[in-house]
């Protein structure tokens, strides 16, 4: 396994290459993606062993890491957009690039790659599928609080105006500040809101705090506190009644969240 993830790795760095090119505005998204891909890559390392799995899942974890996003590439050669409901859902598309082009596949256990499919698959939905169990379920949780930490990494400097206009297109706000009120209301209410529905820059901003209650370890959560992520987005928030709250409700959430301890034992003894 961990000759085959080295395989991995020089493969996907070759992939990566592939798609540099002259383009300024191009490189930028791919530089990002790039960059991106090597985070979650060491952070869903870093979790697997925080939660005390074997080497061999630390491993299936760090593979997942480094290919949730593989169809990013593609999706911005073909699309030139990261945008999924313009273009097609980078995970269905980033699946189809390992099974036509990654080398590698069958030399995976038939249990490995459904797990790394599955985990991919399911990293940029809204929820995971309520029939996910055991591995798949574990595996699927790791990658989305692998990714979700790094986005905030990815997202934070662009909260600054001074670098707001230096963002890239494709991450440019579109109107005003001020957060819809059905944002709002979902906000206090501690619930999710319908993402269709954004519509301001304030919205996208509170969408980043309600991703807080989609992160499935305290491990993660505790990452983004100390990290100063949560209470960026919280300072560029519009003062809006509500807002406030939503915020108490936030913190008080992360704190008892924080507190537990992240027991992944249900998880393996019930195997798929
Ligand atoms: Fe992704």
């Not at 989305?144 to 990815?154: E, F, M, Q, T, W």
């Not at 901003?205 to 991703?211: N, P």
């Not at 509500?242 to 537990?260: F, N, P, S």
């Amino acid at each position: 396994m961990k000759e085959l993830l080295r395989k991995m790795h020089t493969w996907m760095t070759g992939y990566m290459n592939q798609f540099v090119t002259d383009d300024e505005e191009v490189m930028q998204g791919i530089r990002i993606k790039t960059e991106h891909t090597g985070y979650v890559t060491a952070i869903a390392r870093e979790l697997a062993q925080h939660l005390s799995l074997s080497e061999h899942d630390v491993q299936l974890a760090e593979m997942m890491g480094l290919f949730h996003d593989v169809g990013r590439f593609r999706q911005y050669s073909i699309y030139k957009t990261f945008n999924d409901s313009q273009s097609e859902d980078h995970a269905d598309l980033g699946l189809k690039v390992l099974a036509e082009e990654m080398p590698y596949m069958g030399d995976l256990s038939a249990e490995d790659a459904d797990l790394l499919c599955y985990a991919i698959k399911y990293h940029n939905k809204k929820e995971i599928p309520a029939d996910a169990a055991g591995r798949r379920l574990l595996f699927a949780r790791l990658l989305r609080d692998a990714d979700k930490l790094d986005i905030y990494r990815v997202l934070s400097p662009f909260l600054d105006p001074e670098k707001a206009d230096q963002a890239p297109r494709f991450m440019k706000a579109k109107s005003t500040d001020l957060i819809s009120p059905e944002f709002i209301k979902a906000f206090a209410a501690g619930e999710q809101a319908d993402y269709r529905k954004l519509k301001t820059l304030g919205d996208r901003r509170l969408v980043r705090l309600l991703w807080v209650y989609d992160v499935n370890f305290g491990w993660t959560l505790k990452k983004m506190v100390e990290r100063g992520y949560i209470q960026k987005v919280i300072d560029h928030l519009p003062e809006q009644e509500g807002v406030q709250t939503g915020v108490d409700r936030l913190w008080a959430y992360i704190e008892k969240k924080c507190a537990a301890a992240d027991d992944v034992s249900a998880y393996i003894k019930e195997r798929i």
